[in-house]
């Protein structure tokens, strides 16, 4: 017998949402498996990235990139000296 997730009963016996509403009471969405939350709390979501991830650098704003973006300025000032 295969299971049909449509059943009543299943439905009715699946593990709650454990989030609460801004009312305060709990949320009574069946919760995601293996998850603590339903699909509108962030159970589907897999959180933040692990380990040091979120530390990566793109370099934009190292003494390099600085330091050619002062450079073109100044070089776009005389210009428009020139010009002007």
């Not at 589907?44 to 650098?57: E, L, M, V, Y």
């Not at 190292?62 to 776009?76: G, H, N, P």
């Amino acid at each position: 017998m295969s299971i049909n997730p449509m059943e009543p009963e299943i439905l009715a016996a699946a593990p709650r949402c454990l989030a609460k509403t801004r009312r305060g009471t709990a949320c009574q969405s069946p919760a995601v498996k293996g998850r603590k939350r339903c699909r509108m709390h962030g159970g589907t979501n897999p959180g933040a990235p692990k380990g040091n991830q979120n530390a990566r650098k793109h370099g934009g704003y190292s003494a390099k990139t600085l330091e050619a973006v002062r450079y073109m300025k100044a070089i776009a000032r005389l210009v428009r000296d020139d010009l002007a």
